[in-house]
């Protein structure tokens, strides 16, 4: 049986923690290195129903993309979410790790995820890494242009449901073909300049100053629509993709979590006209 410790290495083979970005938290949160491990659990998020889950299952090793302690805390009491998680995962004898922004870079990362989910050829990062297809985001072309309306279409059925669907920014009838895209929070490119070239920009998690001031610039200059995703499903997406590589690396079990983790349970809208109503309420 491989050990925690194996299981690290394989992990840092497949998504190494040199391409983290400096403010991250990667790599191993408890546990214990020279425990066996068998069975690994993947999922989004360290929350108190992952971490049951987790347990449940059997499981020895969580591996999640969002690290639980990102942020510093002064406590892990129990009456803390934080510290309910560690403590459901020590009692349970599974390890926790983290897989985050090292695993957003890599070739089949979050982002090539998403690309390659809906379509998008002749891919490259938009902020590219040390080597060839390695970097953050994706840009590519679809094998023929199609309607804004159509793309978030699209972007819909690819995703697990939530209660937001998408937002978008943009004529419902205006073509697109060059799609730039982050998975996951990506306001932080939206001066890229592959961004800026797009016929539309996808990622989640956009604040409105940032997203209208965009907007009115891109109506000046011809510039990219916006389609704002949930952050969780985006990111989900990579799950399946991780375990398969996971399995073939280190010849273990490897589970996907189907909790939905995203923070939003329900949308309340108004009616309006179509298309508007149509794409703006996917998935509400």
Not at 39 to 61: F, I, K, M, N, Y
Request: hydrophobic share 45%; proline share 7%.
């Amino acid at each position: 049986m491989p050990t925690l410790r194996d299981l690290q290495a394989v992990i840092e083979s497949l998504w190494p923690a040199s391409g983290a970005e400096s403010w991250d938290a990667v790599g191993l949160v408890s546990g214990d290195p020279d425990q066996g491990v068998e069975h690994v659990h993947l999922a989004v998020d360290a929350v108190p129903d992952t971490a049951r889950e987790a347990v449940a299952v059997g499981a020895d090793l969580l591996l999640t993309h969002h690290p639980l302690l990102l942020r510093g805390v002064t406590t892990v009491a129990e009456t803390t979410a934080k510290g309910s998680v560690l403590a459901t995962l020590i009692r349970g004898a599974c390890a926790l790790l983290a897989a985050h922004t090292n695993a957003d870079v890599v070739a089949t990362g979050t982002s090539a995820v998403l690309a390659d989910r809906i379509g998008l050829t002749e891919q490259r990062p938009l902020e590219p890494g040390a080597s060839p297809g390695v970097g953050l985001g994706r840009v590519g072309v679809l094998a023929e242009p199609i309607t804004l309306g159509a793309l978030a279409r699209r972007i819909v059925d690819v995703l697990p449901p939530t209660a937001t669907g998408v937002r978008v920014s943009g004529a419902y009838d205006q073509p697109v073909r060059t799609v730039a895209l982050c998975a996951g929070a990506g306001d932080s490119l939206l001066g890229n300049p592959l961004v800026q070239a797009a016929d539309v920009y996808v990622t989640s998690d956009l604040r409105h100053h940032p997203a209208s001031e965009f907007r009115e610039q891109a109506a000046l200059a011809d510039g990219p629509a916006l389609i704002d995703t949930s952050h969780w499903a985006t990111e989900w997406l990579w799950l399946d993709v991780a375990a398969a590589e996971l399995r073939r690396a280190a010849g273990v079990r490897v589970t996907v979590s189907d909790l939905r983790t995203d923070p939003w349970d329900f949308a309340v809208l108004p009616n309006a006209p179509a298309p508007t109503t149509e794409h703006h309420s996917e998935g509400a």
